[in-house]
Nanobody
Framework: QVQLVESGGGLVQSGESLRLSCVAS????????MGWYRQVPGKQREFVAN?????????????KGRFTISGDDAITGDAAKPTVFLQMDRLKPEDTAVYSC???????????????WGKGTLVAVSS
């Protein structure tokens, strides 16, 4: 069973920074994408950013220029386990949400492609 564990959330003031981390519990045969989503209670989950080793990073418009995603798939990189980070600078109150990471990939050569989710970490930004 795959687990994704996020860390780094917290309460900060507007304009400050946080760095989120997400580590998978095992190595993968292949990874299509690793990314971050966020959700405010009562609203739909929103895409924030995603990353892979072969393509460009993608960001939702509201975080461009403020957030930076990076990672290591533990296949082409040096990490022991797949890891994805989200550096969040110049945070705004509207960034307040539960941030969850996801991993889209194959655990083995014979497995199907699946998407896995972490439980989330709370980011709260006060004005």
């Amino acid at each position: 069973q795959v687990q994704l564990v996020e860390s780094g959330g917290g309460l900060v003031q507007s304009g400050e920074s946080l760095r989120l981390s997400c580590v998978a519990s095992r190595r993968f045969f292949g990874i299509a994408n690793m990314g971050w989503y966020r959700q405010v209670p009562g609203k739909q989950r929103e895409f924030v950013a995603n990353w892979n080793t072969l393509g460009p990073t993608n960001y939702t418009e509201s975080v461009k220029g403020r957030f930076t995603i990076s990672g290591d798939d533990a296949i082409t990189g040096d990490a022991a386990k797949p890891t994805v980070f989200l550096q969040m600078d110049r945070l705004k109150p509207e960034d307040t949400a539960v941030y969850s990471c996801n991993l889209d990939g194959w655990t083995s050569e014979m497995s199907g492609r699946m998407t896995y989710w972490g439980k989330g970490t709370l980011v709260a930004v006060s004005s």
